[in-house]
């Protein structure tokens, strides 16, 4: 367990998956969170989830593809916090189309929540990570940032593409910010066993696929993405930024 008593989180996508692990494990860690989603039935389920074990969390919907839609969630985000320690950009989403099927319509929609997303997420909640005294930024990317082979036979070129710009701007956001004391960090999760991945990726077929790069024999769990968010936005982690970590079970190491 980590201290984060005290702190305020915006937790981009928490209503499902790796977002809600990361919203619930800083919850019962002590932050404050405001849970940033469109899917609003999912958001309400996390924050039962972390009211009833004692913790605070609130839902604004937000759209991070929409830059109006974005600053005003932020804004009311943390009316409700009352400052913003942490940000979490980790909403996205994926089509399972390759370069002869995906439409202009498929790209702009993935690159808009996977990399425009994460710049107008965090655009916005700069100003309130400076008056807050620097505070932590967590962007989401993946193994499929750097290897194109993570999904097998599935090919999908636009999120290969906008998950690319995530640990490049989180080096951009590492330097900019770095004058006002923000730190900026990016986590590479390996498979993880979330509704992402559009089927059971723990059952045999895919394990056999998956055991020719894992060297941890196992999928990775939403746990594994939020213990590793939780260290990089904590103190622990202070003098670390700019990196992309990968939580992969050591899918990059060949
Ligand atoms: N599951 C994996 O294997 C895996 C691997 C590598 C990286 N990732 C990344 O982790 C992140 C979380 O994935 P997950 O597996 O938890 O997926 P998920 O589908 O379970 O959760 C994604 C969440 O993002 C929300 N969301 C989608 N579009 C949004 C938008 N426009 N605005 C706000 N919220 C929006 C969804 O409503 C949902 O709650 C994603 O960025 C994904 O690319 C996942």
Same mark, same amino acid.
């Given at each position: 367990m980590r201290d984060h008593q005290g702190r305020t989180a915006i937790v981009t996508g928490?209503?499902?998956g790796i977002g809600r692990a990361i919203a619930t494990r800083l919850a019962s860690e002590g932050a404050a969170i405001a849970v940033l989603d469109v899917n609003e039935a999912g958001a309400a389920e996390t924050i039962e989830m972390i009211t009833s074990a004692g913790g605070r969390a609130s839902f604004v919907y937000c759209d991070v593809a929409n830059r109006d839609v974005v600053h005003e969630a932020v804004s009311a985000a943390v009316d409700m916090l009352g400052s913003l320690t942490y940000l979490v950009n980790n909403a996205g989403v994926v089509t399972m189309s390759g370069l002869a099927d995906v439409t202009q319509q498929e790209w702009d929609f993935v690159l808009g929540v996977n990399l425009t997303g994460p710049f107008l997420v965090t655009q916005a909640a700069a100003p309130h990570l400076k008056a807050a005294g620097g505070g932590a930024v967590v962007n989401l990317s993946t193994v499929e940032a750097s290897v194109?082979?993570?999904? #097998?036979?599935h090919c999908q070129p636009h999120y290969n593409a906008s998950k690319g710009g995530i640990p490049m701007l989180t080096k951009a956001l590492a330097v900019e910010l770095s004058a006002q004391g923000t730190r900026v960090n990016a986590i590479a999760p390996g498979?993880?066993? +979330?509704?992402? =991945? #559009?089927? @059971?990726? =723990?059952?045999p077929e895919a394990m056999e696929f998956m055991k020719t790069r894992l060297l941890i024999p196992r999928v990775g769990e939403p746990a594994d993405i939020a213990a590793a968010a939780s260290f990089l936005l904590s @103190? @622990?982690?202070?003098?670390? +930024?700019g990196i992309e970590l990968p939580v992969d079970g050591g899918w990059l190491t060949r």
């Open positions: 928490a209503g499902s194109v082979v993570a999904s #097998g036979p498979p993880i066993n +979330t509704r992402f =991945t #559009g089927g @059971d990726i =723990t059952g @103190d @622990d982690a202070s003098y670390i +930024t």
